[in-house]
């Protein structure tokens, strides 16, 4: 008997055939004699339809009624789900994020974990019962629901898995495991067995899909097994592991990509201790995220400019916070673009190897693409260009560092 969480995500679960056979799933592992826990994420595009709601009733809205609305879409696949597993003679009961509890900062919109109390659901599991979690959400400390940024239901799943010490937490989704760079554009992309808490954390910050950031960050710190596999087919997924556990290390093992990312400019800014401070200050305070950061100091001297990308969500509240002349922030002008995209190189193997740098800029260069701004990491190379390159970038650079499939 092991004790396992199994999350689906909303293609999973788009319609009630497709939770009928989630159900089915689910109760092959409770008649193999293991005790299951199961995520559940909204029907597909029910949550982009909660989220239009929200941004037409009100452009600046209250967060915490953002959470309200957003979260229901996963009260409803999660009583469903409970209620396909009650037909199918498995016992089995709905818990939503305030029930468990799942209890979590006050950052609503992308709110954080912060404890699990999960001693009753263990005790119900032991008996036979199946746990049916609403993904994506918690409560915080005055009783106000907070979901955890999209995706979260990956953070949930694995987070739950952490605190009812699961043996492994699997993730069902559209693809059939994680590939070396978004198939849907580049086709010769490989699919890999085994990928590193470290290279996948990368990729999953840097723009791919398959896992959200916070779900792999959690899976590292607490060094639960987490497997990408396929709803829809019955075949092996891609295993995430420590990286001890890879013999042979590929210089370079993924090339993931970001639309969404906008870029932001102020000129002129006072070069003087403080006034980047207080620039990414007063971001911070907001829970607004910065990611690459550039300064270049004018030729004037005492001045310089200041770049830096922000997510696309953010792109409307960090203008107008920069733009209110009460909080009096100093430079000659804001200049936005949000016709960019990121796209970086990611491998445990740069540690070891030379001129993986050398090799995305030559590679760029030969197809004319002209980069914006680099940013690099210990295993990470990113540059920021036009957004109508992206599918040129990621086919050469795919060839460029030999990913391309036989």
Wanted: charge should be negative.
């Amino acid at each position: 008997m092991a004790r396992i969480v199994m999350k689906f995500g909303g293609t999973s679960v788009a319609n009630v055939e497709r939770i009928k056979k989630v159900a089915e799933r689910v109760k092959a592992e409770v008649d193999a004699g293991n005790e299951v826990g199961l995520v559940v994420s909204a029907m597909s595009g029910v949550t982009n339809e909660l989220v239009g709601y929200v941004r037409d009733t009100s452009k600046f809205y209250d967060t915490r009624e953002y959470d309200t609305v957003v979260s229901a879409g996963e009260q409803i696949t999660c009583g469903l789900a409970a209620l396909a597993l009650q037909e199918l003679g498995v016992s089995a009961r709905s818990w939503l994020g305030w029930q468990v509890p799942i209890r979590t900062d006050d950052a609503h919109g992308s709110a954080r974990i912060e404890s699990i109390e999960g001693e009753e659901i263990v005790r119900r599991m032991g008996e036979g019962q199946v746990a049916v979690f609403a993904g994506f959400q918690g409560v915080d400390a005055t009783s106000r629901i907070a979901t955890l940024g999209r995706g979260g239901s990956d953070t949930s799943a694995v987070a739950i898995a952490a605190a009812l010490e699961a043996e492994r937490c699997d993730i069902y989704t559209d693809v059939d495991g994680i590939y070396t760079t978004d198939p849907r554009i580049v086709t010769k992309a490989r699919k890999l067995d085994r990928i590193t808490y470290e290279e996948m954390l990368e990729l999953a910050s840097q723009g791919a899909k398959v896992l959200q950031t916070r779900a792999v960050e959690m899976a590292m710190k607490h060094r639960v097994r987490v497997q990408v596999l396929s709803s829809f087919e019955d075949k092996p997924g891609s295993l995430i592991v420590d990286e001890d556990e890879i013999v042979e290390k590929e210089v370079v093992s993924g090339i993931a990509y970001s639309r969404d990312e906008s870029k932001i400019t102020l000129t002129r800014v006072p070069d003087r201790p403080g006034s980047a401070a207080r620039v990414f200050g007063s971001l911070a305070q907001q829970h607004i995220n910065v990611d690459m950061i550039v300064q270049n100091v004018s030729p004037e001297g005492g001045y310089t400019d200041l770049t830096f990308t922000v997510g696309k969500d953010d792109y409307d509240r960090t203008v107008r916070l920069l733009q209110d002349k009460d909080a009096g922030f100093a430079y000659d002008e804001l200049v936005p673009d949000t016709n960019v995209v990121k796209i970086s190189v990611i491998g445990v193997g740069m540690r070891s190897h030379a001129g993986v740098a050398s090799t995305m800029f030559e590679a760029l260069s030969e197809k004319g693409i002209n980069i914006q701004v680099i940013s690099t990491s210990e295993i990470k190379v990113s540059v920021l260009v036009a957004e109508e390159y992206t599918e040129l970038a990621l086919r050469a650079l795919h060839t460029a560092y030999g990913l391309d499939a036989e």
